[in-house]
């Protein structure tokens, strides 16, 4: 199919992938439980475009450049991290509820939402990696689609990867409403988030390109 082979077990695989925790994860469930429901669904939509791009780094294959320069993986790495701990320490420092309701302000906060998500993805050279590791299992040697192959397989890690991703923002979401409702409570959210974030951009910065 369009040089594809295996694509029911490329498609099962990539479903056992998105269930599996990882830093995306992560985001979308803290957004979640300090923000709310739209906060992640915001959240999901971000990292689902970065997820996009990455498709298309691999597709074109311009992935395999940041795979075989440790200077560029380096720098990436560096950048990503930066951008989560910065993220992390303003919130845990944040001395109002970043509760997201229905205000145009705060509209402008979900805007922000979603480009941070694209961001922290964007600038995961892991997921980069992957992408370049795990796409090719998949597609013909000798076929002559060009980057389809790499795309249609991107698409529908995407799509199976935001469906369950919508449904970690909503039970998230749902199971803490509660306790946002206390501001007391919120707040402390907030800054257990910002604590996560700078945990994930440490963790990203022990990060090791391929080698």
Partial sequence: MLG?????????????????????????????????????IYSVLGISTGVFIHTLFAAFGLSI????????????????????????????????????????????????????????????PKVALFFISFLPQ?????????????LILGISFIITGTIWCFIVAYFASTATKKLRENTKISKL?????????VCLGVTLLKAKAAS
């Fill in 189 to 197: 959210l907030n800054k257990l988030t910002g604590i996560v974030f």
């Fill in 4 to 40: 594809i082979t295996g694509y029911g077990v490329y498609l099962l695989s990539s479903i056992l992938i998105n269930l599996t925790p990882g830093t995306d994860t992560m985001f979308i469930i803290s957004r979640s439980v300090s923000q709310g429901r739209k906060a992640g």
């Fill in 138 to 150: 998949f597609v013909l040697t000798d076929h002559h689609f060009g980057p389809v192959p790499f």
């Fill in 65 to 124: 450049i940041l795979a075989e320069s440790i200077v560029l993986f380096t720098a990436i790495k560096f950048i990503g991290a930066g951008y989560l701990i910065y993220l992390g320490i303003k919130m845990v420092f944040q001395k109002t509820s970043l509760h997201i309701d229905s205000t145009p302000e705060q509209e402008v906060e979900l805007k922000k939402i979603y480009w941070q998500g694209v961001i922290t993805n964007v600038t995961n």
